[in-house]
């Protein structure tokens, strides 16, 4: 048994990722300001530090009181509109918090370190599917973020040989197949909880961002990944690092669907309709964002388990028809309880 420090582990991926850790019979400690995290998304029996990453001295205490095998960084600023309003803010906090908590990992012995990247990093690629040889150009100052964290890494990588894993998320999407988690984001800006949202009467009509874009139906199309399959990259992630020193992974399906899909399947699924209506397209966003999985595959052995579009959905809204308010829904509570 191993023991690892998941920082946003009661976000959306990265309380996916604890789930997966503790099947696998590991020990987590979870540390998150709940500023978007949930408690209630963290299990029973689980460590949860209330605590802000720029906190340097409560964050050294966490290290000072356990002995860790591993830290997962999801917690970050992760909006790109937001990012756009706040750029500086995003690259200070986003590349501070990365720096400060690798250095408390190195001073404590702790050397492997997986950070949540993004595709963002790749702007608007120049072919599809998208590798890791793509070229790196960020067009948010989010994407911008992550990648200042990247290259931060890079500097502890070669000098105090910390084991780092750069894993570039494409859309992570779905729930917890078991329905013991799911997305619940203040504000949402993510499509598919969006579009249940709509089918459940529950948010305000959707807004398709862009009808005339060069794809077969005109909308965007990208690479949604189930959130349970992202949380085993990391797992397969963690293993590979005691072989190799340094690793980067597009983690995506490697499908693309459209906005106009994903409609399509919510209706489908759910037997609603998600009311709609098409709006201008929102600055920043390319056509076709698809990841190409290839290097995962080979070099972690991952396989998406929830490939289809259909999959992704179906347990996105099992979860959200039984939590309409999300964690704060009653059935959440009592499961948490
Ligand atoms: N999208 C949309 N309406 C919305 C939110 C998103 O049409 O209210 C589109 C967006 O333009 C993109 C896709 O859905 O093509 C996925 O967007 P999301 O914000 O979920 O993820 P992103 O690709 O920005 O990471």
Not at 50 to 68: G, I, M, N, T
Not at 244 to 259: A, I, K, L, T
Not at 282 to 310: I, K, M
Request: some cysteine.
């Amino acid at each position: 048994m191993s023991r690892f420090l998941i920082t946003g582990g009661a976000g959306y991926v990265g309380s996916h990722t604890v789930l997966a850790l503790r099947e696998r019979g590991e020990e987590v400690v979870v540390l998150d300001d709940l500023r978007q995290g949930h408690r209630e998304a963290v299990p029973p029996g689980v460590e949860l530090v209330v605590a802000d990453l720029s906190d340097r001295k409560q964050v050294k205490e966490v290290f000072a009181s356990h002995k860790f095998d591993g830290v997962l960084h999801f917690a970050a600023l992760s909006l790109v509109g937001e990012s756009m309003r706040e750029p500086m803010r995003y690259m200070a906090e986003n590349l501070s918090n990365t720096l400060w908590l690798a250095e408390a990992a190195v001073k404590a012995g702790c050397m492997r370190f997986v950070l949540s990247s993004t595709a963002a990093l790749f702007g608007f690629p120049k072919y599809i599917p998208i590798d890791e040889n793509a070229e790196i150009a960020p067009v948010s100052a989010y994407g911008e973020s992550k990648l200042m964290a990247e290259t931060g890494l890079k500097w502890a990588e070669r000098v105090h040989g910390l084991r780092t894993a750069s894993l570039r998320y494409f859309n992570a999407a779905g729930a917890d197949p078991q329905g013991r988690l799911g997305e619940d984001h203040n504000p949402e800006t993510h499509l598919i909880p969006l579009a249940i949202n709509a089918a459940l009467g529950l948010g305000p009509e959707l807004t398709v961002f862009g009808t005339d874009y060069d794809t077969p139906d005109g909308t965007c199309i990208r690479d949604y990944v189930h959130v349970t399959d992202l949380a085993d990259a990391h797992l397969r992630v963690l293993d590979v690092l005691n072989e190799r020193p340094s690793v980067r992974y597009n983690v995506g399906n490697g499908n693309g669907y459209s906005v106009r899909e994903v409609i399509e399947t919510v209706q489908r699924v759910s037997g609603r309709k998600v009311p709609y209506r098409e709006g201008a397209r929102r600055p920043g966003d390319p056509a076709v964002l698809v990841a190409s999985n290839q290097r995962l595959r080979e070099e972690t052995g991952w396989q998406p388990r929830h490939e289809s579009l259909e999959d992704i959905i179906r347990t996105a809204w099992a979860w959200r028809a039984a939590h309409p308010q999300g964690f704060s829904s009653p059935a959440a509570k009592s499961e948490a309880a």
